[in-house]
Each structure stands twice: as structure tokens, then as C-alpha cells.
């Protein structure tokens, strides 16, 4: 999977996720974490990225899920897990949790480097489609049909 992401992507990157709970240190979660399969995945990735010559780096997720990507309101309480969908109570705008958390990764990641561009778009990135990958234990597959609306 990380040979196929670097090969069509020449930086990924990944949210610093850390698990919470459990009545343990937040060191001892992101050590455990770090020995799951998303942990040994970010060390294939990380390796296989210095292997090509490309990129590999984390952002941070604090918050990220709870975050208007429009008008950075910020839902005081935060959002439970089961909630997969929201409106922000600030300016209406209609979120899926995980696009509105990667939407703000994108802009944490663009705002940190200096991204060599073609400059057609005027400094702005604008996502517009939608791509959904499944992997079923013989290698990834996209999703036919997974392109949903326009998303800026």
C-alpha cells in the first residue's frame, strides 16, 4: 500500500492520532499505538518515503473532527465518535467528520511547507472530488462511484 501511495503521491501524510481513555499515561497510548498495525503502517510509509526520494509526515489531529473547515468554529464539547455527520452551529455549513478533519489537515500541512505549485490556482488548493480505496487483503482498490460533491 505505501509503494502504491508513493507512486501516485509525492508526500503523504498522516494524522498524529492518540487513543484516549483506558486510565493510562497519553506516553504509554501513543507506545501502544505506535505497535498497531496504523503504527507499523506510518513506519512502512515513513520508510519507504526515504527509500523514493519522497515524503512522509503527521500533523496534528487535536480537534481537527470538532473544527468548522469553513469558519474555524470550534464545537466547545467536542463531537462523539457516533456522530458522523454535523452542521456548524456557526455558519450552517454542512460537514462529514472525516472530510472536515482531513480538509483541516490539509490546510495544517499546506500552511507548515512551501508547496511548489504551478501557480494556475492562485496559492489556493481546492479539493473537488471525493475518493474512497478499500483494501481487501489482495491489494488496494478505489471505490467506483465514490465521488461525491464538490468539496473547497
Known amino acids: 500500500m505505501a509503494n502504491r501511495l ?27 499505538n505506535n505497535q498497531s498495525l496504523i503504527g507499523r ?4 510509509l515513513e520508510w519507504v518515503a526515504t527509500r523514493s526520494g519522497k515524503v512522509y ?4 489531529e487535536d480537534g481537527s473532527t470538532r ?3 469553513q469558519c474555524h468554529y ?3 464539547v467536542g463531537i462523539p465518535p457516533e456522530v458522523r455527520e454535523w452542521t456548524c452551529p456557526e455558519c450552517g455549513t454542512y ?12 490546510k495544517q500541512v499546506l500552511e ?6 504551478s501557480g494556475r490556482l492562485g496559492g489556493k488548493i481546492a479539493v473537488c472530488t471525493r475518493r474512497a480505496w478499500r483494501f481487501d487483503g489482495l491489494g ?13
Open 67 to 69: 473544527t468548522c473547515c
Open 95 to 106: 460537514h462529514i467528520r472525516d472530510e472536515n478533519s482531513s480538509i483541516n489537515g490539509l
Open 140 to 152: 488496494i482498490q478505489e471505490i467506483s462511484g465514490a465521488a461525491g460533491g464538490r468539496v473547497s
Open 57 to 60: 509526515g503527521e500533523w496534528d
Open 41 to 44: 503502517f506510518k513506519e512502512a
Open 6 to 32: 508513493y507512486r501516485e503521491y509525492d508526500g503523504v501524510y498522516v494524522g498524529n492520532y492518540t487513543p484516549h481513555g483506558g486510565g493510562i499515561s497519553t506516553g504509554m497510548r501513543r507506545a501502544m
Open 112 to 117: 507548515k511547507l512551501e508547496v511548489p505549485g
Open 74 to 76: 470550534k464545537v466547545p
